[in-house]
């Protein structure tokens, strides 16, 4: 016979997750929903590129690399900036 | 034979390495030493003068001037990855001039992102040999400077790449020559680094750096003077990339885990056959070669995966005698599931490396096990090296711990999910290609669609590796700025035995931070003060 545990059968911690995990997966998720609901409201037809949502770039990003490349862009621009401001701030 | 006479080319090479490493030079050493130790500072000039020469400044350049380049790579790599279903996805960039093939932008991506991989695996390597060493690295400031030739060469390279005719050949033929000559300062850094040693034995990364370095120069010079085949030229190319991680791996996982090394036997296995054999891994064939030639190949392809095998073992041993630090440190998490993925790429390229130099048949698998070994195993070893030698080097902790797990995660993921939605989308093209063929079908009649929808995830899966490398990016611009700051945990500076001076006035403060210790003897040389007391 085991020994009887004093703990209740259900114990809850105090622990959060961090906030900017919990976005990162409701972005995710987001994301999914709205690619699902693409498919659901325009069968048969491709993920708008870019160019077709802002108008102004119609001719530049008319390809879907485009969301992707704007996103690398951005990191390389955090970079830069990430180091002038470390070097300001010291 | 020419096969047979090269690899005795590369074994006497290797013998010569060990012999000159272990017994020195004999008459010369001294001469050889200085004359090396002259040319590595002060004959640079005013170039020298250009850089710092602080402690862990050159392990720390090189892993900065490699991450962005790591950056850079993973970038062209991904655009080169979506070319492949989308050929025009770019083509709106002709506008201005730039309007590369699909070819071309993949070639761009492999070429730097290898070489920033490198450079991430040479900075460690410069930290690990001198903590091995229990000596400060020969150099810091040739290593900073090595570090920016290195980068002009990749520069020079990229550059090359993008241009057809005579141009793109002769920035290439630059870009080697940079390359060539930055990695022979470093291996002289490596060198006077081992030879200022306060430890007697030689550990099994030191080895491997210093013949994974090593053992390509010696060949290229002896490729010169006698005939070496050119498939045994293609294996040898994977070597620095593979030794330096095998080095970075065999320091990583006991540094983290906090216990020794497995097994001496192992690794000593290891240091051995990595250089004894031939690695299958990144040939593309395309050679030449008798019957016997491939046969002979083969052989030696198949042995080295025992130094893989063994180093993979006894790296998992060694985590697994202290699996609970192991395991909760991000940089061993990420060499151990590197040297995973490097097995399954190892076993693969056996197969496929095989292949090229015989039947061809599965030259469609060369690119998805290409991006498995260069970013899965390679990338996730040197990261693992970024995250335990970076802070060390730098004296600075990395911005956040959780960052860098992230990043483990986001490439680790990234690069398998990649090889496995390449690989079927390769698989699917050969087979439907072969089925057309064989019915006599015509071939715009057929729905390839699947293979494009493959490529396309395969380009999305990738584009988490870019991401995580450039989060690492991040993570190391923050830790040198505002990281915590370390205590120093690196060997003490050495002390000189002698110390000449000149008549004249000084502060102990000069005196320290020129070398000297609480038992330096100091001699203060005049030539006039005799005549002066006469």
């Known amino acids: ?56 770039f119609s001719e530049l990003a008319g390809s879907g690399i485009w969301f992707f490349l704007i996103g690398i862009m951005i990191g390389f621009g955090m970079m830069i900036a990430t180091v002038i401001g470390e070097a300001l701030e010291d | 034979m020419e ?83 989308e050929p025009t996805a770019i083509a709106s960039l002709s506008g201005i001039y730039y309007s590369p093939s699909p070819a071309t932008v993949s070639d761009v991506g492999s070429f730097v992102a290898s070489g920033g991989i490198l450079m991430l695996l040479v900075g460690a390597g410069l930290h690990i040999n001198s903590r091995l060493s229990g000596a400060r690295l020969a150099s810091n400031t040739n290593a900073v400077l090595t570090s920016f030739g290195y980068s002009t060469g990749l520069f020079l390279g990229f550059i090359g790449l993008h241009l057809s005719g005579d141009w793109g050949g002769h920035l290439g033929t630059a870009a080697l020559v940079m390359a060539t000559t930055s990695i022979a300062g470093v291996l002289a850094n490596h060198l006077l680094t081992l030879g200022r040693r306060t430890e007697e034995v030689i550990q099994p990364s030191q080895w491997l750096i210093l013949l994974g370095l090593g053992l390509p120069l010696v060949m290229t010079v002896l490729g010169f003077l006698f005939s070496v085949d050119a498939a045994i030229l293609q294996s040898l190319a994977t070597v620095p990339l593979l030794a330096s991680a095998l080095a970075v791996a065999f320091y990583v996982v006991p540094s983290e885990a906090g216990v020794p090394l497995w097994s001496r036997t192992l690794a000593g296995a290891t240091v051995l056959l990595t250089f004894l054999t031939l690695s299958p891994i990144g040939v593309t064939g395309d050679l030449d070669l008798s019957f016997g030639g491939t046969a002979f190949l083969t052989i030696l392809f198949a042995a080295s995966l025992i130094p893989i095998l063994a180093a993979a073992m006894n790296v998992f041993q060694t985590g697994r005698s202290n699996w609970g630090a192991a395991s909760t ?48 195993a390679m990338g996730l070893i040197a990261l693992g090296g970024v995250m335990t030698c970076f802070p060390a080097a730098a004296g600075r902790g990395l911005h956040s711990q959780d960052s860098s797990r992230l990043v483990l995660w986001m490439v680790g993921i990234g690069a398998v999910l990649t090889f496995l939605f390449s690989m079927s989308a390769g698989m699917l093209d050969s087979s439907m290609d072969a089925a057309i063929v064989a019915n006599e079908m015509d071939a715009d009649l057929v729905d390839m669609s699947s293979i494009g929808e493959l490529q396309t995830l395969a380009s999305i899966a990738f584009y988490s590796v870019v991401i995580g490398m450039i989060l690492m990016m991040l993570n190391m611009i923050r830790g040198v700025f505002s990281g915590t700051v370390l205590e120093s945990a690196g060997p003490d500076a050495l002390t000189a035995d002698r110390m000449a001076l000149t008549p004249g006035s000084t502060t102990i403060r000069q005196l320290l931070s020129a070398g000297a210790g609480v038992d330096t003897e100091i001699e203060v040389i005049c030539d006039t003060c005799g005549e002066e007391e006469e």
């Open chain 2, 3 to 85: 096969l047979i006479t090269g690899m005795a080319t590369v074994w006497f090479a290797l013998f010569l390495m060990w012999a000159l490493v272990n017994r020195g030079v004999p008459v010369f050493q001294e001469l050889i030493r200085d004359m090396t130790d002259f040319f590595m500072e002060k004959a640079l000039g005013p170039g020298a003068d250009l850089f710092e020469g602080r402690a862990g400044a050159g392990t720390v350049s090189w892993m900065f001037h490699g991450m962005l380049w790591t950056c850079i790579g993973g970038t062209f790599s991904f655009i080169g990855l979506w070319m492949s279903h």
């Open chain 1, 1 to 56: 016979m085991s020994k009887e545990s004093n703990l209740p059968d259900v114990t809850l911690g105090d622990d959060e997750p961090a906030m900017a995990r919990v976005l990162l997966v409701l972005s995710i998720i987001g994301a999914f929903a709205l690619l699902i609901l693409h498919g659901v409201l325009y069968p048969g037809d491709g993920i708008p590129a870019f160019g077709d949502i802002f108008s102004m």
């Open chain 2, 329 to 376: 440190s991000p940089a061993s998490s990420a060499v151990m599931i590197g040297m995973f993925v490097l097995v399954a790429s190892a076993v693969g390229s056996l197969f496929v490396g095989s292949d090229a130099h015989s039947n061809r048949e599965l030259t469609h698998l060369q690119d998805p096990l290409a991006t498995l070994f260069l970013w899965g």
